[in-house]
């Protein structure tokens, strides 16, 4: 294992303009970076800083999986774990900070930082928030402690997305005061659940509540797996995935139930209740309404998600970069081997996935603000429990999918070393892998997200006359029209983005990034409601549009996503105050901005937001931007903060730097000695004077 | 292990246009991409059809190492692997059909297709193309039978990409006829190689030739590793590289030489000898032209990753579509559940990427023929030669990242099934990732084509005036300027792309995309040339522009493979005689060519070769197409020709419809006795009325 104690030794390269060589205020930007719960996060990353959390890449699954579950028991008892839990268990009821500590996990083992979740993160929500006191005092002890740990058995074979479809029926036998939890057909077997292959001794159990003929809809049922002397109870079968593409440290498995009886109170029923005689009950009368709501309280999962992709791209990034700055290829003009960090392309490579990856991290803390409110019941209301999971739904798909690229982007940057496992890369994108999948498919989710701009977008309509919208629709900005998604407006002067300024770059500035990000999705989801509005009533025709403007609408979403972003990211840089890092960070956002731009260059063109002439500006300008902050290269991943410890990769050691040093040495001195041989090529070009 | 007996019962779906039924001839498809070599292909599918061959994912790296050795020696056995080696040692000089062959290995394991390649492709190879009889009547014979496990031993720690910078000396001492085999400093260590941790027992070492104090650049050495006793002979410094992001059955590692001595004829001396008192000679004169040429006849190694890559994709999409068609999620607007494969934008997210499958399939047949012509000695002048390193360097990149995109597409579009070891996407994956990489670079490689369409580009100038010039950038087409690296023209009717004709469509046909796509190389070279050309004969200033153009030159060379790509498929497509078959066929490759166009949009607009209007018709028509091609998404993959043997994922076997129709008959049942509970949603809507 790698000496973690080696500190690398790098430094900025020589520049002399004044650009290159800005104050730039690396323990600023990490207290800019770590964000509201920067505390909480240092602790976690002190804990994990012990190689007892680090993960073992020379176990087979078997012995990894036992490591893992050694090391949850590990958390409890540095009582990193319980920050959610009520105050009179025991807990903090601190749910934002809960998640930080969660998140940072990641960079000691993903399979560590999921199984965590599993156990309390899904386990342990699904009881705190769908079930009621007594459940609480009766099961979270032990769930907080590790005593029992469980799985959370919701997905089945046949019915990931879709969870309202599951087949896994509770049907309520007053007779005995009993649920029978079953499965009726194959494709029912709750399916790849955390905790079920090995560990899990009960399963919070997500099933059709049938009582008194009728069929209530999914809810959650508390299900003990094993018994006291640890077999499993009879009527439990259980499954075990095997190898999977990472998360080996993780027994995913199925779960069957023939017939499992169940005390009635064991229904998790803060939503919905069954009374001894079989009658049912809810505070909430729509029974799509109630499926969504007890499925939103479980959004936490999605908010984890957010936090520790983005930060195990910047990792990722961390490693390459180091490198990248070290490692030399090839000759340059003058003679020297040039660090891989100076070539154009590798600037392309990784500086706008490093913006990228600063945009997501302050994204983030807003989510996770919006979240704590939430939850910690400051602002609760339908509204914001909407909005928090329009932005989970918006937010967690890129930053996971921004994970992988990112991660292997980094792993092609560092070339072959960058394949080796010790090198990190390769394993943790392995184990991200399915963050895009888990905890809802991004594509779903981005579904969900267009859906929810649709609404917004034709209840602005509500009553108007066709004029009337031709009006608004032109006059409107995405500020009012999805404020409910978190869209705030900045500067608002209106330019002419069409018109060439003196200066093409004028007109990239941040006014125009944010009118050019935010017209395009209020223009997207315009276009998109136009088109389906032919289907009026016809829900065959309706479906039929739909599916063809399906992959438009999920590109919606994800524009939307992106302006989220780059507010976030416009946010953090205004509250900077020290010049020169503020211009750095300007910079960096407005990487992040116009890359966005170029990748969607041909729409800005298309809908006539930009002249070709400002548009082919863009690329070039993103070239300069690269240029301008290849100096700060190295800073901009320092702040992440990470130390040694959380490294780990021998490619990011200075290990790199110390052989080239000893190369160059040796040439050196094999130069002094005048027993260098000379070179054909020399000997033939002296031969021709 | 899945019951490879099992095959899958898809049907086409219902649909009443004439367009969705059309008589696609699946075997004839078959014998097109099969292409040239087909019978070599068939012969090495039906040798893997042995469980023997599989990958078996239960096994740790140590064992899984064991595996893949045992399994050459089946191969050498079945007399697999013999095909390019000299009739008079028992071969078949049959250089195109033995890359084919080679190539069906990956979907039995890619470990032992690399493996095999390290043995047969890259250590043999170097004997027989870099050495001379001599070496091949005492080597060759136990390379091939496997009696010698060989190294190719070229990349050190310090240099992969800039193989002429390697560190490695190879001393020759007259007094004794040998050369010194040298590792001066720890950069200069060979790392990465294949057999290097375990098997190997000699190897082909590329080293700085010097003698007589002069160095000759690198060469290659026949360097025995270990002595009859199978121990490591004195000087020879083995480490084992551990595991690696996948290829983990190959035992990849290191190897130092301290002073090791080898006799002078052990210089592989084909393009260089030294004679008995140290004199140097070369019939090829130029160090750098001698060092490419050596290494030019290495470009095999290339030509086989094109290939394997192209077909893991292939397979890849296999699974994914074949799943697609069975799995159902959320019901539609008939209340029936949809199939995936009916979501739009799983169309989009599938059916592009087998269009690109396909065309790089058709591309790597005609590589494979022009790799077959230079190797048999048909066509082998230096211009061939640098024809096929450039269409080496265009392709392999091109497929190689093309195979993990589609792979990580084909797993996400499987949901968490497709990150279960044994439905392979992930374990493909993982082991095609590092062929972005070795065999050269991807970035590097692309650069290279870049540097070779600027010089094309400006040997057209020679001779000619300012005023010339601008007539000639405006009248050429790049038919005529890269007729070297394998252009052609298509119909060359003019057509004002800018003007809109009737209907869209009819400006996006096959004379209009091909010609976008080869205007689009055209014009970026002659750009990125005329940016470079301020330099005139100042290298620091050259240098600088070289590096601030480096991206999009690079992005020429990718538009340059892409343009090769759609005209071999366009070429296969014109050899199809068959009217419905060849109709789907070119929808299929309008598919390729437009999401080409529709990547590149926005040059297309700056550049004025695409109104607006016509942009904007892009993605609808790609929508179209993919709807259009939908009925035939199966019959394409079937197409591929993998039988159950090669494919071996259970969720493409048929398991997923089994089960679907097992709960439709759960519920029909249900339904049926009458007992079925009610819905509640159902019973509040009745209780409304
Ligand atoms: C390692 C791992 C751990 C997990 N842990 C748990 C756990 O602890 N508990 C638990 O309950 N579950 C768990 N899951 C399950 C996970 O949440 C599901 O896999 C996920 O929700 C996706 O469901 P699915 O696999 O059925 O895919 P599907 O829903 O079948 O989706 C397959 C594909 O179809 C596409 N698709 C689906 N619907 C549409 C549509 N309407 N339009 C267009 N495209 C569509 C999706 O984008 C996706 O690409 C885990 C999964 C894995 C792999
Ligand atoms: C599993 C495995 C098996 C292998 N097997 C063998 C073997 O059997 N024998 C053997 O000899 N070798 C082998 N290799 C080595 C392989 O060929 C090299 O790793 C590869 O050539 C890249 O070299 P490198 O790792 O030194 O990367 P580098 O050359 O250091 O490149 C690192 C990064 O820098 C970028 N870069 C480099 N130069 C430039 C430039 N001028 N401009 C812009 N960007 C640049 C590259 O794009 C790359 O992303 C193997 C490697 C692996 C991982």
């Not at 920050?83 to 930080?100: D, T």
């Amino acid at each position: 294992m790698v000496d973690a104690a080696v500190r690398p030794k790098t430094t900025r390269p020589h520049a002399d303009n004044a650009d290159a060589n800005l104050q730039f205020d690396v323990a600023r930007v990490t207290d800019l970076l770590m964000g509201t719960w920067a505390d909480t996060r240092r602790e976690a990353r002190e804990l994990i800083k012990d190689s007892a959390f680090w993960r073992d890449d020379e176990l087979g699954k078997d012995e990894h999986r036992e490591r893992v579950l050694s090391q949850l028991h590990l958390l409890v008892e540095n009582k990193a774990v319980h920050r959610a839990f009520p105050k009179s268990l025991g807990g903090e009821e601190n749910n934002g900070g809960n998640i930080a500590g969660f998140e940072e996990l990641v960079v000691a083992d993903p399979s560590l930082q999921i199984k965590s979740g599993v156990q309390w993160g899904l386990f342990g929500s699904a009881i705190l928030q769908l079930g009621t006191t007594e459940h609480h005092e009766k099961w979270l002890p032990g769930v907080m402690d590790l005593s029992i740990p469980g799985a959370f058995a919701m997905t089945e074979i046949g019915h990931g997305s879709d969870v309202a479809a599951v087949g896994t029926t509770a049907t309520y036998d007053a007779s005995t005061q009993e649920f029978v939890i079953n499965t009726p057909f194959r494709g029912a077997t709750k399916e790849y659940l955390g905790n079920a292959a090995l560990h899990g001794v009960a399963a919070t159990v997500f099933a059709q509540l049938i009582t008194n003929g009728v069929n209530h809809g999914v809810h959650c049922f508390y299900v003990p797996l094993r018994g006291e002397d640890g077999v499993d109870l009879p009527g439990i079968g259980r499954e075990d995935d095997g190898l999977k593409g990472g998360l080996n440290g993780i027994d995913n498995g199925r779960l069957s139930f023939d017939h499992i009886r169940i005390p009635r109170t064991n229904l998790l029923n803060k939503y919905g209740d069954v009374a001894a005689d079989g009658t049912y009950s809810s505070a909430i009368d729509s029974p799509g309404r109630r499926f969504f709501t007890m499925l939103g309280t479980l959004v936490q999962g999605r908010v984890s998600l957010d936090g520790a992709a983005s930060w195990a791209s910047a990792l990722g990034l961390k490693i390459a970069i180091t490198y990248a700055t070290q490692r030399r290829q090839f000759d340059g003009a003058d003679g020297q081997e040039v660090v891989l960090m100076d070539y154009g392309k590798h600037q392309r490579r990784l500086l706008p996935r490093l913006a990228t990856t600063y945009a997501q991290i302050f994204a983030h803390d807003e989510f996770l603000q919006k979240f704590d409110g939430v939850f910690s019941g400051r602002t609760d209301t339908p509204d914001d429990r909407e909005d928090l999971e329009t932005l989970a739904a918006a937010l967690k798909p890129l930053s996971t999918w921004h994970a992988l690229d990112t991660l292997q982007e980094a792993r092609e940057a560092c070339g072959g070393a960058g394949f080796m496992f010790e090198n990190r890369l390769v394993g943790l994108r392995a184990d991200l892998d399915i963050y895009v999948t888990f905890e809802g498919d991004n594509n779903v989710l981005l579904q969900l997200v267009g859906k929810r701009l649709l609404t917004d977008y034709a209840q602005q309509f509500t009553g108007k006359d066709a004029a009337a919208l031709a009006k608004f629709a032109v006059g409107m900005t995405a500020g009012k029209l999805f404020h409910g998604a978190g869209l705030r407006q900045f500067g608002q002067s209106v330019v002419d983005l069409g018109q060439v300024s003196r200066s093409v770059e004028n007109g990239l500035r941040e006014e125009q990034q944010h009118l050019l990000l935010a017209e395009r999705v209020q223009q997207m989801v315009a276009d998109i409601a136009g088109r389906l509005r032919p289907a009026g009533k016809d829900k065959v025709l309706g479906a039929k549009l739909f599916n063809e403007n399906q992959a438009e609408l999920i590109e919606a979403a994800r524009a939307h996503a992106e302006l989220l972003q780059w507010e976030a990211f416009t946010d953090a840089v205004h509250r900077v105050e020290e010049a020169d890092t503020k211009k750095v960070l300007t910079w960096l956002r407005d990487l992040f901005g116009l890359q966005l731009i170029e990748k969607h260059l041909a729409w800005h063109l298309i809908n006539g937001r930009l002249s070709t002439q400002r548009a082919a500006a863009v690329s070039r300008y993103i070239d300069r931007l690269c240029a301008r902050l290849r100096p700060y290269a190295l800073d901009l991943v320092d702040a992440f903060g990470y130390e040694p410890e959380h490294v780990r990769a021998p490619i990011a050691s200075g290990a790199e730097r110390e052989r080239q040093d000893e190369a160059r040495e040796y040439y050196a001195a094999l130069a002094a000695s005048g027993e260098a041989p000379v070179l054909e090529k020399t000997l033939k070009k002296n031969a021709k004077r």
